[in-house]
């Protein structure tokens, strides 16, 4: 690694770097779990027979993301028991 200037140190550097590749991993599997929320309302107002599957994969997602700390597991849930109810009720 090239010597730092004066006042920066290479451990702060290291984890600044360390938290662009996490922010831009997060922001995916975010950006993921929304847009299949989407075609999960979409097939839910459709009455698609494939909305069920479509619900597990969002759940499957959705604890992923509540294990990796990028949602609270609360949210989670919360997501998980409303989307539910959106495909018990159709």
Known sequence: MAKTKTGRHTSAMKEAR??????????????KIKSEIKNLKKAVAEK?????KIYREVQSLLDKAAKKNIYHKNKSNRIKSRLSDLVKNT
């Open 18 to 31: 360390k938290n662009i590749r996490r922010r831009e991993q997060n922001r995916t599997l975010k950006r």
């Open 48 to 52: 698609s027979p494939d909305a069920s």
